[in-house]
């Protein structure tokens, strides 16, 4: 199943900048809301503010499910992270007079779910709601919970504040004006896996029409309600919360996914939610900080914890995962380097290098998670590092 490297290559330069703008996007995210949005909903209910609904094409993307990581903090998550249009998984941390929540979820109906799912565990209010960074998979929900939670603080780093407050997030209402063209583009895609036929890729073709049929037009009705609430206090480095029991330790580690990355540090619970610096099956390669990511996570495994809840993804145990995303993004920085230092540019670059040994490790045999793998990571990664130490030579 494992590609070759000129294949593999030919894949990212051909298919990837098809999808980027959307991809950027969907781990941008969405929500809807403000004005008309419907009532909190109970869990797995949610209400249906979204149209074109069609069970054909599976669940409702907007719904989530619930797991619980130890006796007072659970996590929300969608279930098949890799559909188009993700979502953001969310940290819920149980105290004995209020709840902490991490990410604000991607559309109002996700977060009516969340907060549905805390009203069966506790009758505490929600006082603090973290994002940890502004993409808006993580932040479209956070008017729900300002509406429902008077008094609420939203916290975050001063750059997601702006990105909230200023045009970072107006892809949100962009997108809702789009569909059509996204739409056409999409089906250009799987023509050309249908035209091309690589292995597995019946399974990736479902995947994209899910989206393409259906899924993106219960995105652009959240979209053109989304109603954008920008976090009420910003912090520099660190802020601690003090809970009976527990301390929450809200911390900038450096750029990651973005340049105002924050994690959440449990001690007590011997957890840390990051946000997108980890995201798993395999990273997100949409950071333009590509360098300096490295070392954020070499930081971040500094931490002394044992449960690693990641940006989208399953819940890891220990650091093996972590380990293994700084291996992969230290091979990438590697290869680019020498790639550079040998005239390549970038289009020879992207073709010089091999990560098939990295795909087989991440992704297995699976076809869809293949895809986006070089859709998601290789192809905007190697870019963005290419062009971060470029410009680091120029300096
Ligand atoms: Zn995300």
Known sequence: MSRSPRSCSRILTTCSW??????????????????????????????????????DYGPDPRDLEFM???DEIHVAF??????????????????EQDVVVVEGSGTDRSAEQVIGYIRTLTENPVSVLINTHGHGDHTVGNSVYRREFPGLEIIARPETRDYLTGSGIGYVKDLAQSTESRKARGHEEIARLEREQPPG?????????????RDID??????????IVPPTMTIDRRLVLHREHRTIDIRYLGPGDTNGDLVVFLPEDR???TGDMVVHKFPYGYSRYPLEWIETLDTL????????????????????YLSDVRRLLRYVQDEVKLAIDRGLDIEATMAAIDLSTFKDQFAGNDPVVRYYFDEYFAAPHVRRTYAALEARRVE
């Open 271 to 273: 957890m840390v939610a």
């Open 218 to 227: 219960i995105r652009q009705v959240a979209y053109a309600m989304a109603e």
């Open 78 to 95: 969608r279930p098949v992270p890799l559909r188009y249009w993700v979502e953001g998984n969310v940290t819920i941390i149980l105290n």
């Open 18 to 55: 098809l999808i980027l703008g959307l991809t950027i996007a969907s781990c941008q995210s969405e929500r809807s809301s403000g004005p008309g949005s419907d009532s909190v909903a109970s869990p797995g209910s949610g209400s249906d503010s979204g149209s074109n609904y069609d069970s």
């Open 68 to 70: 619980q990581v130890s």
């Open 201 to 213: 890729y019946e399974a990736v073709v479902a995947n994209l029409r899910q989206y393409y049929d």
């Open 301 to 320: 495994a500094m931490l002394d914890f044992d449960v690693l809840i990641p940006g989208h993804g399953e819940v890891q145990q220990g650091k093996a």
